[in-house]
């Protein structure tokens, strides 16, 4: 694993907050210019860019991350919790060796069913994709095949919606089909223009299995909540920190018990929903058989993380 961290050091006005003065902010670009004196010439921290109120930093590793977060102590109000975020990426022999992996998606291209999305207003009308709670609109249940605008897909094998549907092309779809891979099921995605007519050149993956809850710990969550009416629950991965006075962006692992690979397929859903109550979602879990099938389809726009598993 690589761990990149990427730090904003600012010492200009700040939005919705009284202009600094003269003095103020002389002494803020002071101290900001001499931590940057004292890291320069560090080879594991890289200044790639200085302006004339900010200069960004890239550092890898560890232990230059822990000096830089020590010595920017005393310039932490120069540091806002979006300005410090860190990154890990894994090799492909890490992600090989783990028997599950969380499934990612890097495109959104298609928008979400037409009617939801043009006319409904995400309200679960009589016309709509899903049923939904009537207090917080969470998502109860699909109730027909979603009608949208195929030609956002353009030439790709996998997109999401807006609403995170996994959208697959008909070539991909078809070899899934036939690939003896577990936990799925395909619905029919139509054209809105002429729904339900011909076929179907796009298709909907849909995670049927369902895993049992995460193992917290040391999953670590947080923004938890919950629908009085409905009974949603929703949560995101924790990804708030604190170095002393430092508030940094880095999100934790997702970890389950050994025994949940009884019962795992190789396309699973999460028993947790993430994001806000009224867009949450569960994560998409997948098997090592599952993640070798993919890259040898040669599918673009998504990526792996680590799935670790506990006693």
């Known amino acids: 694993m690589k761990k990149v961290a990427y730090v904003t050091v600012y010492w200009g006005d700040e939005y919705g907050k009284p202009p600094k003065t003269s003095a103020e902010k002389a002494l803020d670009e002071a101290l900001a210019k001499e931590i940057l004196k004292r890291i320069e010439q560090l080879r594991n921290i890289k200044i790639a860019e200085v302006s004339f109120d900010h200069y960004h930093l890239e550092i890898t590793g560890d232990e230059a991350f822990c000096f830089l977060m020590e010595i920017l102590q ?107 891979l577990t936990g799925f099921t395909l619905r029919p995605v139509w054209d809105y223009r002429k729904p339900n007519q011909g076929e179907p050149r796009l298709f909907q993956l849909i995670m049927t299995n369902v895993l049992p809850p995460m193992a917290s710990p040391p999953t670590e969550f947080e923004g938890e909540q919950r629908c009085g009416v409905c009974g949603t629950e929703s949560r995101y991965i924790k990804h708030t920190h604190y170095w002393g006075r430092i508030r940094y962006y880095e999100e934790t692992s997702v970890y389950y018990p050994k025994e949940v690979l009884e019962t795992a397929a190789d396309f699973n859903r999460t028993t947790e929903r993430f994001g806000d109550l009224s867009a949450s979602d569960p994560y998409v879990i997948i098997s090592q058989r599952a993640y070798r099938w993919l890259r040898e389809q040669n599918v673009r726009g998504w990526e792996v993380e680590p799935v670790y598993l506990v006693e």
């Not at 990426?89 to 037409?114: C, H, K, M």
């Not at 109730?143 to 195929?150: A, I, Q, W």
């Open 74 to 180: 005393p310039a932490s109000h120069l540091v806002s919790h979006t300005s410090v975020r860190v990154w890990r990426t894994y090799s492909r022999q890490e992600l090989g060796a783990l028997p599950v992996l969380l499934w990612r998606f890097t495109n959104q291209a298609i928008e979400d069913d037409w009617y939801d999305l043009k006319e409904d207003g995400y309200k679960g009308g009589a016309k709509a994709s899903h049923k939904r709670c009537p207090a917080c609109r969470a998502e109860l249940e699909q109730v027909r095949d979603l009608l949208v605008d195929v030609r956002k897909m353009g030439k790709r094998d996998v997109s999401l919606t807006y609403g995170f549907e996994v959208i697959l092309s008909a070539r991909l779809a078809q070899t899934l089909q036939e690939s003896g």
